[in-house]
């Protein structure tokens, strides 16, 4: 059971990451090209601000749910820090319920909408595509998001109360430097600074 929830964990992120990814990449490179297309040489698509309108769209809650895997989301740990650990893990396991249970609501009631815009065969203005497409966003991005957020709770029932706790940037920083920094590097950085990092 154990290798199908991480299967399904490294296919959710390859699909977050990949379509974050081509979604920036693609609308970046659209936008860029109609406006040089306007300006140079007076046309344009005229199909064009739509499209990288849903491609920044499908990157950002593509992203976002991404953002749940690595606890890339902005987050305030005073409280966390003047708790006991066992109040700490009861209020980051109580943050992050609250959390899945709004974006299970989202993904939920997104997906109710989703039926109501096929229903009515809503299309797009400039792409003639029907609206359920770039409106799949919704349901799909923050279902991923509640399955990371999922597997965040898990990890927190799972682990001891004082081994629970939120590490700030900076430790995060020096953590994966120390993890992947060879000592040269670690010298270097020691000598160029005198040692004050």
Known sequence: M??????LGKLIGFIN??????????GVALAFYNVVARYLFDSSLTWASELTI??????????????????????????????????????????????????AAVSYYGYQYLQLVIELEEMSIDLEIPMWIPYLVIPVAFAFAAYRVAEKIIYILKTPADEVRMKSEAEMIIAEIEASAPEALLKEVEKRTGGLL
């Open 17 to 26: 990451q990949s379509i974050a990814a081509f979604g920036i990449s693609a």
């Open 54 to 103: 849903f491609l920044f769209l499908w990157s950002t809650f593509f992203g976002a749910a991404y953002c749940f895997k690595e606890d890339a989301h902005i987050s305030i740990s005073i409280l966390l820090d003047k708790v006991s650990p066992g109040t700490a893990k009861g209020l980051m396991l109580l943050s992050h319920l609250v959390t899945f249970v709004f974006l």
């Open 2 to 7: 154990k290798q199908v929830f991480r299967t």
